[in-house]
């Protein structure tokens, strides 16, 4: 159907909207609510009028997930009433479903721009779409046109922003919107899919973060006494961060500094100025921190560094301290036990407090396996998923939930038949655990007798208890950058040492390799780089910056021999491209070496096979190293081209597929046959499946995160390689076009009762 063409770019005759015109606006809507008798359609009409634009509409959430446009000034007076529309349909609509507004110069260029023709908004082309939000959930849309194509300036977005903010409140308190809170589905199961965090099983009690809050007062006559609240609540949220850190003794050195890079974090970047200056424009202070609280999420939300948006959380932990101090959150409860906490986002100090209330679990919707949330959760031994988007939403308070941080699902509201399964899973579950805990103690051997070293991936000093807990033969990759990443700062040499010196004198003795820093790719420092180059996991990272910049290279490794003194020591470094490269950082370290006394009683120097140029050096690399690792996860995505990061190349390529098991066991030869180390330290080496097969063809030593020693070692105890061996040279022989063997090999592997 043809459509009348909007007017395009054309310069707006009117006069930019100002502050000054935000402040006099809010001050015109107080004295409008103060009064009894105001309607929406005044609102629509004042606001249009105030910030001069064509159109000013609002939406609100009917049962059915339905929008219903409720009052307009612009559209069509009879569409009002009658326009319904589904959430997830058109612009209004996704704006609804995502929470996020949509700041469109021309709407009619968008994809899903559905105009009703009954409302006369074809003839608009400027968009503005704010969702209308309270406590986490959608109440409606406020939406702004303007006929001519442009972009809506931040401060109109600002103001737009206050407007649904005051919206919310007040149609929540008309009871003039039947919320999602009162749909049919609410009491239906639910399951969402999600990635562990940090493993385990658990049913209990929902509690949804931040659900419940008081009614926001928005809008504030006394811009002074508000900065003075402010200023208040700073100091306040501060003291209560401070008391946490100070009580979080118990918990470990590691998890202290975390909190404290945090605490750096959540106070830096200027947004309480940003808040300073919305209660500046006539806002209250919780409302000013609220507003600049959401637009900084929707902000950090797009970023694609996945480090960065683990900041997001960080700050999301501060803002909610401040609006408890402000009296806009309604604090915590004393007590959570038995309680699942779920949240779109979550800071480690939240996390912690939730802890020492007694949750039993965590669902977060933005998490990251590398997040500091998830370093928390794992230290903590407390089940955590990243559940994917929808479940927060979905969730009452109260609601019987099961989270699953083996398998990753997060079910709600499960029904009999559902809760039982999950009972008996956990039943199995606890089963197996009392069954692995006897492998604690015993060497890693196949039942034909072969003995293998397995050996933990770690990268904080924190993760060390696993050792005892694992009973494994020390740390096969000490991933030094983790300690950097999550202090968002390098440390100093002193610190550094410290640091090493820890992590040696609890392995006791037992071997650690320590990689130099692999910084660069998805491990970015702030501020380290703030180009965006398109490969960066082929980019200038690891030990490419550790050769540009050698000083830092060479701090590192003198922190290394100092902190190790007395003891082994044994450097590991990553990405490896030529053997050239393996030699200058060796230099580097024998020269730093030759200045520290007293050092390490010896030194042994490897590198990480992840690059796959280095597998045609191999006579030269192996006449220099010490020993060689095989990090299977780099590896695989530069062998096969695919991205370790892409969820879509997932699975795609297997390291258990033919040429990926012939190039291991060709290494594993070499290596033996020069006497060189070998072993293999990706995610792969954890997997038990993937581990027997590793040691059929030569593999005798594996790293592996603290969790998968006891499960592979129980796999290892159950095979005989004698009877794998064949089986794997014919599915080899069978799947030499490249496809993957797992199937076939989990299928034997069934069949002859290992626990894989
Ligand atoms: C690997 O690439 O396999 C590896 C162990 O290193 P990282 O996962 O830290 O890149
Ligand atoms: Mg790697």
């Given amino acids: ?14 006069r930019p909207y100002r502050r000054a015109a935000a402040r006099s606006l809010f001050a015109r809507l107080r004295e409008i609510l103060a009064t009894s008798s105001w309607s929406l359609a005044e609102l629509t009409r004042l606001i249009a009028v105030e910030m001069r634009v ?131 589905g609410d009491a239906l199961p639910r399951r969402y899919a999600g990635h562990p965090l940090a493993p385990g099983i658990v049913r209990g009690t929902a509690l949804p973060l931040g659900r419940n809050v008081r009614p926001l007062r928005v809008l504030a006559d006394d811009p002074v006494a508000e900065g003075t609240r402010l200023d208040r609540a700073v100091v306040e949220a501060e003291a209560s961060l401070n008391d946490l850190i100070a009580e979080t003794l118990t918990t470990g050195e590691a998890s202290r500094e975390i909190l404290e890079a945090y605490r750096a974090i959540a106070q830096s970047g200027g947004w309480l100025e940003r808040v300073r200056a919305a209660i500046s424009e006539g806002l209250s202070a919780e409302a000013a921190v609220d507003q600049v609280g959401a637009a900084l999420r929707s902000r950090m939300r797009r ?48 996390l912690l407090d939730w802890h020492r209330r007694g949750i039993v679990g965590v669902a977060i919707e933005e998490a990251s396996a590398s997040g500091h949330a998830a370093i928390l959760a794992r230290a903590l031994e407390l089940p955590a998923l990243a559940v994917e988007a929808g479940a927060f939403e979905a969730t009452r308070e109260g609601d019987d939930v099961l989270l699953d941080a083996e398998l990753g699902t997060f079910v709600l509201r499960p029904d009999r038949e559902l809760a039982a399964a999950y009972e008996r899973a956990l039943a199995v579950r606890n089963d197996r655990i009392s069954e692995l805990a006897a492998y604690r103690d015993r060497p890693a051997e196949t039942r034909d007798g072969t003995r293998l070293s397995l050996m933990l991936n770690v990268g904080l000093a924190l993760e ?58 998805d491990k970015m420092l702030r501020g380290e780089s703030d180009d965006v180059v398109e490969n960066p996991a082929m980019g200038w990272r690891s030990l490419r910056v550790g050769l540009d910049r050698p000083a830092v290279l060479r701090r590192q490794l003198r922190a290394l021999l100092t902190g190790t003194a007395g003891y082994p020591l044994s450097v590991m470094f990553p990405m490896v491209a030529t053997v050239a490269e393996f030699r200058a950082a060796r230099d580097l370290l024998e020269a730093e070496a030759g200045r520290t006394v007293p ?26 190293a010490d020993f060689i690792s095989v990090g299977t996860n780099d590896l695989m995505q530069f062998l096969f081209a695919a991205d370790r990061g892409a969820p879509r190349l997932a699975g795609r390529y297997d390291v258990l597929s033919a040429p990926v098991l012939e190039l291991l066991e060709g290494l594993a030869a070499a290596c033996a046959e020069e006497d060189v180390g070998f072993s293999v330290c990706g995610e792969a080496a954890g997997q038990p499946l993937d581990a027997l097969a590793f040691a059929a063809i030569g593999v005798r030593t594996l790293s592996m995160s603290g969790a998968s020693i006891l499960p592979v070692k129980a796999a290892l105890a159950s095979v005989d390689l004698n009877e794998l061996r064949p089986v794997l040279r014919e599915l080899r022989r069978a799947g030499a076009a490249g496809i993957s063997l797992r199937e076939p090999l989990a299928a034997w592997a069934r069949e002859h009762d290992l626990p894989i």
Avoid: W
């Avoid at 909610?320 to 036990?337: F, I, N, Q, T, Y």
């Avoid at 410290?498 to 040696?504: I, S």
């Fill in 54 to 184: 064509d159109v000013c509409s609002i939406y609100v959430v009917r049962p059915g997930e339905i929008l219903e446009l409720v009052a307009s000034h612009g559209l069509r007076p009879e569409s009002i009433g009658a326009t319904r529309l589904r959430i997830g349909e058109g612009i209004v609509g996704i704006v609804a479903a995502s929470g996020e507004t949509m700041n469109l110069a021309d709407a009619h260029q968008h994809p899903d721009f559905a105009p009703r023709p009954s409302t006369g908004e074809e003839q608009f082309a400027a968009m503005l779409a704010v969702p209308i939000r309270r406590a986490g959930q959608t109440l409606g849309v406020i939406a702004l046109q303007d006929r001519a194509a442009r972009r809506f300036a931040p401060i109109e977005g600002e103001a737009v922003s206050t407007l649904a903010m005051l919206l919310a409140e007040t149609l929540a308190g008309l009871g003039a919107v039947q919320s999602a809170s009162r749909s049919l």
């Fill in 599 to 624: 050092g390490p009683t010896s030194i042994e120097v490897g590198a990480m096979l992840e690059v796959p140029a280095l597998l045609f050096q191999l006579p030269g690399l192996l006449a220099e």
């Fill in 1 to 14: 159907m043809p459509r009348p063409a909007p007017p395009r770019n054309t310069v707006s005759p009117q």
């Fill in 464 to 521: 060390l208890d696993q050792l005892e807990r694992t009973g494994s033969e020390g740390i096969g990759l000490y991933r030094t950058e983790i300690t950097a990443l999550a202090s968002g700062r390098q440390s100093g040499i002193a610190e550094q040492a410290a640091e090493y010196r820890q992590v040696v004198e609890r392995a006791g003795g037992r071997r650690v390799i320590f990689r130099t820093l692999d910084l660069g790719a």
């Fill in 303 to 350: 970023l694609a560094d996945p480090y960065l948006r683990e900041r997001l959380a960080d700050i999301e932990d501060m803002i909610e301290r401040m609006l408890v101090a402000l009296g806009a959150g309604l604090g915590k409860p004393d007590r959570a036990e038995g309680m699942v906490l779920i949240a779109r986002r979550l800071g480690p100090a939240e």
